[in-house]
């Protein structure tokens, strides 16, 4: 649960980076990274919540 979590803290902040470094340069790269790590992101929140219930079943 430790590391989901520290996986998801840091992929909060390469989201903030990417989306940082659009804002900056005008750069629609960072943007699609941006919207990949938040595809990311949402699947490892998928499966967080989903070890947590199995977590709270057993």
Avoid: E, Q
Avoid at 9 to 31: M, N, T
């Amino acid at each position: 649960m430790v590391l989901l979590r520290a996986i998801g803290i840091v992929l909060l902040v390469a989201v903030a980076v990417c989306a940082l470094l659009f804002l900056l340069s005008g750069d629609r790269r960072y943007l699609r990274w941006a919207g990949n790590l938040l595809k990311i992101l949402a699947v490892l929140g998928l499966i967080f919540f989903g070890v947590l219930l199995v977590d709270r079943a057993l």
